[in-house]
Each structure stands twice: as structure tokens, then as C-alpha cells.
């Protein structure tokens, strides 16, 4: 997860990932913790088949490792707690919490722990890595675009990145459903994650 690159549209196609290196921000190779404060994970579903439920978790820590030198080497860690998860519905909730959905009460974490990082080039990136969700680990990958660094008014170095992916739900146990009188099933199996990501660098 190389996140000092600079946008450059006369880039060669195979320009090596460390020619996208800009020297000048070499300082940001750090570790860094997740600002759960100023940052999101979300998830959107289709509900019915026709409109978008919108979610997210409340309660998560992260840990990431940028590498200026070599992108390859850079990680990423996270930990949500279920229990925090919020679609604006407490009935909802409940039911996501149930064990009809996440199991909060035996699986009470879900895990994403990253094994690879590249630069796509620009202020574009990709990372990989294995997400648990119920005890069931899945590789996921996660297409990110850097939004740049600020030392902020109380002295934190930050870094800020937005990110996306899709998930079958099913794939991880999560296969709940309903099906509807006019064709189709009440929840989709489909998963859009969304990730707003502010990270102050460690001391």
C-alpha cells in the first residue's frame, strides 16, 4: 500500500512500483494507527430488491505500515467489534447481531489482516489480504486512492485514504434470507465496503 505516489499520466506502463516513489515524501514511511474519530467502514445492501440500506461500525482499532521505499512491504491491520454495527434501525440491529446474521455473542470481532500491497499508479492502489467474518477466512481486495497527509493543529502527522470493495456475503456464512411474493429475496447477497480512512502516525 504505497501511498506516496504522485499522479503522473505519462507514466509507462511498466514503470516499476518504486519509480512512482516521490523522494519528498519519504517521511510518511511509518506505523501509523487508525483514527476511529475521523474515520469509516461502511457497507451498503439492497434491501427488497429496489433501494440501499446503508451501515456501518461504530467501534474498530487498525494499525497500517507504509513503506516509501518498497510499496510491497506496506500493511494493514483492523479489528471491528459486531456489536457496534449501526444502520440507523435498532430493530435492524438486533437482527444483524442475531444469529440469523453475525452471532455477535461467538463471533464477536471481525478481522482484516492484509498479505499483499501494490501502486496501480497515480494516487491509486490495491491492497489484499484475509478477511474473517463468523470464523470463516476469505481473501478480500480492496482498491484504495490516497487523499494525501497534514500535520494537523494538536501535531499528528495523518495520512487519508478512501477505499472500496464487493463481497458475497454467503461466501462467509452469512446466507439469511426471505424471499419475496414478486420474485427475488429480501437482502442481497452482494456487499459493497466502503472505507474513509484518517491515520496518525505513531510517535
Known amino acids: 500500500m504505497n501511498l506516496f505516489g504522485r499522479k ?15 523522494p519528498e515524501l519519504a517521511a510518511l514511511t ?14 451498503v445492501a439492497r434491501h427488497a430488491m429496489v433501494t440501499n440500506v446503508k451501515g456501518k ?29 449501526d444502520t440507523g434501525s ?3 440491529d438486533g437482527h444483524l447481531k442475531s444469529a440469523d446474521f453475525f452471532r455477535i455473542e461467538e463471533f464477536p470481532t ?12 497515480g494516487d491509486d492502489y490495491r491492497i489484499t489480504g484475509d478477511l474473517t467474518i463468523l470464523g ?28 472500496k470493495a464487493e463481497i458475497l456475503r454467503s461466501e462467509w456464512g452469512l ?12 437482502v442481497s447477497d452482494k456487499i459493497k465496503l466502503n472505507f474513509d480512512i484518517s491515520a496518525i502516525k505513531n510517535a
Open 8 to 22: 503522473n499520466t505519462e507514466s509507462s506502463p511498466t514503470a516499476t512500483a518504486s519509480s512512482a516513489v516521490n
Open 30 to 43: 511509518g506505523d501509523y494507527a487508525i483514527d476511529p474519530a475521523h474515520s469509516t467502514i461502511g457497507f
Open 57 to 85: 461500525f461504530n467501534d474498530f482499532t487498525g494499525s497500517l505500515h507504509l513503506d516509501g521505499a518498497d510499496p510491497s512491504r506496506s500493511t494493514a491491520s483492523i479489528d471491528v467489534k459486531m456489536d457496534s454495527i
Open 90 to 92: 435498532a430493530d435492524r
Open 110 to 121: 471481525m478481522t482484516f489482516r492484509s498479505t499483499s500491497a501494490e501502486a496501480l499508479g
Open 136 to 163: 470463516v477466512t476469505k481473501p478480500l481486495t480492496i482498491d484504495l486512492e490516497f487523499n494525501g497527509f497534514a500535520k494537523d493543529p494538536f501535531g499528528n502527522e495523518r495520512v487519508g485514504f478512501e477505499g
Open 175 to 186: 446466507t439469511w434470507n426471505a424471499a419475496l411474493e414478486t420474485g427475488g429475496v429480501l
